[in-house]
């Protein structure tokens, strides 16, 4: 049974730095690329970033680039994401998601990835 379980969620207040992680089983990790994806309240889920199998390639959102940074610990199963300088506009629910087929043009697409866990909340303060 594949699972994604994250963690490292929390209140942080503007400017603060916080590290998600994003622990994976059940499935050949090493083969899987992972992304991060977020959901505010009333928003729509939307790309953060992602991370290829090998985690030599790195892909972000426009809105964090620069400010968060992914990575990957394949001999331990977990992905990073970094978030430094965060702004209340980060506040949300961060998932991460993990699929084999992964183009430079659906990385970014919620439906390419097969297995998503449950979210760990983010919150900012101003």
């Known amino acids: 049974q594949v699972q994604l379980v994250e963690s490292g969620g929390g209140l942080a207040q503007a400017g603060d730095s916080l590290r998600l992680s994003c622990a994976a089983s059940?499935?050949?990790?090493?083969?899987?690329?992972v992304a991060w994806f977020r959901q505010a309240p009333g928003q729509e889920r939307e790309f953060v970033a992602a991370?290829?199998?090998?985690?030599?390639?790195?892909s972000y959102a426009d809105s964090v680039k620069g400010r968060f940074a992914i990575s990957r610990d394949n001999a331990k199963n977990i992905v990073y994401l970094q978030m430094n300088r965060l702004d209340p506009e980060d506040a949300a629910t961060y998932y991460c998601?993990?699929?084999?087929?992964?183009?430079?043009?659906?990385?970014?697409?919620?439906?390419?990835?097969?297995?998503w866990g449950m979210g760990t909340q983010v919150t900012v303060s101003s």
């Open positions: 991370v290829s199998a090998s985690g030599i390639q790195t």
């Open positions: 998601a993990a699929a084999t087929t992964v183009t430079l043009t659906t990385l970014a697409v919620e439906e390419t990835y097969n297995f």
């Open positions: 059940g499935l050949t990790f090493s083969a899987y690329f």
